[in-house]
């Protein structure tokens, strides 16, 4: 009987708290938008098996090192999900092997063909810089407690840019790094449902209906020679920056220069799926109840979402502004895939473009400004690294 008895308290039941069961269920549901609703299930699906391990008691796949109030290691961390975490993420690994694989699968056609829609990946950074301004501003009302270096780390998340968030939160807060981590990935997943009603609402439907013309071919030259010289130029003013896009930009060379293709499909697919997998479970092991139901986690949260509907109101505003001085029509839906959610807010972009005109295809036409988000964000991570850092 008292073996039945210590097998009952040493189950995941008996020890099961509230807190580990919402997760569990906010686990559940991102698998369920992941596999039902089919939003960005390569995603969503492994950080929602990982939510739902981390929250079940004793199963042991997430066990933090504990120190002395000295500061002394008393007990090694351990677990599947705590080794990812720590070798992929806090390290930044992981990020930049996405960085290299997402280069290698990009086209900078698009953005070549249509340089002007560089001002769009910019204008869309105004969520990322805003957010900063909201959280120095509750920091000042009391409302929270975050440093300047904080702040921008919680500010990246405006750029929709799982990788670059990762990165800049390890330099200048790593003790947010997990609820940024998982901030960023959840609005990236949920692109499809965050950005349409923004979009809708800040457009009339004949804006949304307007055809834009076809783009200029671009030169095999031009898109062998700009990876190399974005990277020299953006490296040489700002260092901090090279490393999100050295990758980026190394990835992409692979795959335009034709002579290294084995290389191409490997960044394109093995690697970056692999990568995917581990990434997902280790954002996925910071949903334990400990660590995000907790003010400062769901402040990250609410200032992230905002900062996403800022950076996608910025683009369409400036795709307005360049509409009215451009002699080729531009529809201002564009500038919402100027956050740097690849290719989730242009395949957005072009499903609203749809609903308005079933013979409207924006998804090339957004593309430039897609990519052009990246470099942005990207650049916007190394300015605030060399400023705070």
């Known amino acids: 009987m008292e073996k039945l008895i210590l097998l009952w308290e040493s189950s995941g039941l008996y020890n099961l708290t509230p807190g580990n069961f919402a997760m569990m269920v906010v686990g559940l549901v991102l698998c369920y938008l992941a596999i039902a609703k089919r939003f960005e299930p390569l995603l969503l699906l492994p950080i929602g098996i990982g939510g739902i391990l981390v929250n079940i008691p004793g199963s042991g796949v997430y066990v933090p090192p504990v120190y002395a109030e000295t500061g002394e290691l008393l007990q090694a961390g351990s677990g599947l999900l705590y080794y990812l975490y720590h070798l992929g993420i806090e390290t930044t690994v992981f990020p930049l092997l996405i960085f290299l694989g997402v280069g290698a699968m990009t086209d900078f056609g698009p953005m070549l ?175 334990s109840a400990e660590a995000f139901l907790s003010f400062s986690t769901l402040s990250i949260m609410l200032l992230g979402i905002v900062a996403f509907a800022l950076g996608t109101a910025g683009g369409i505003i400036m795709a307005k502004i360049m509409a009215k001085f451009s002699k080729t029509p531009i529809n201002p839906l564009i500038g919402a895939a100027g956050v740097s959610a690849v290719p989730m807010a242009a395949r957005a972009v072009n499903k609203v473009g749809l609903e308005a005109n079933n013979q409207n295809f924006l998804l090339m036409h957004a593309m430039g400004p897609n990519v052009a988000g990246v470099i942005g964000s990207a650049v916007a991570a190394g300015v605030m690294i060399a400023f705070l850092g």
């Open 113 to 287: 063909a249509n340089p002007r829609t560089l001002f769009l990946g910019a204008a869309a950074q105004i969520g990322i810089f805003g957010t900063v301004v909201g959280a120095v501003l509750m920091t000042h009302f009391g409302l929270a407690d975050f440093s300047i270096a904080q702040a921008a780390a919680i500010g990246i998340i405006g750029g929709a840019d799982g990788p670059t968030s990762i990165f800049i939160a390890s330099q200048l807060a790593p003790e947010f790094l997990g609820a940024i981590a998982v901030s960023a990935y959840a609005y990236m997943a949920l692109v499809p449902v965050i950005q349409p009603p923004i979009m809708r609402a800040m457009t009339s439907k004949e804006e949304r209906a307007i055809v834009m013309t076809q783009l200029r071919p671009v030169s095999k030259r031009e898109k062998i020679l700009f990876p190399i010289l974005l990277l020299l130029l953006v490296a040489m003013v700002l260092p901090s920056a090279a490393p999100l896009l050295g990758m980026f930009c190394f990835g992409n060379l692979m795959k335009e220069c034709g002579v290294v293709d084995r290389l191409s499909d490997t960044a394109q697919n093995a690697l970056i799926n692999v990568v995917t997998i581990f990434l997902g479970l280790a954002v996925g092991s910071k949903l």
